[in-house]
């Protein structure tokens, strides 16, 4: 499935993130996050309590410190 964003959309959305649409759609996640980053100066993260699918997010950093616990 597929979705198509109005004119009017992508250019609100170029105006508050800062760079053009078309620009935005090419980039990499990687490049995007570097961005959003850079713009306000915060690393970007999961809120506290964040879930999919009812589910809590894990990040590896609580992976590996539930690992250092079941090993003791």
Known sequence: MSYQLSNKTK???SKR???PYE???QME???IDAYIE???GKKI???KGAKVDGLPIKTM???DK???ELER
Do not use: S
């Open 11 to 13: 250019e609100l959305l």
């Open 17 to 19: 993130i800062g760079i």
């Open 23 to 25: 620009k935005l759609i």
């Open 29 to 31: 996640d990687e490049e």
């Open 38 to 40: 850079q713009k306000t």
């Open 45 to 47: 993260t999961w809120p």
């Open 61 to 63: 950093e609580d992976m």
């Open 66 to 68: 539930r690992i250092d």
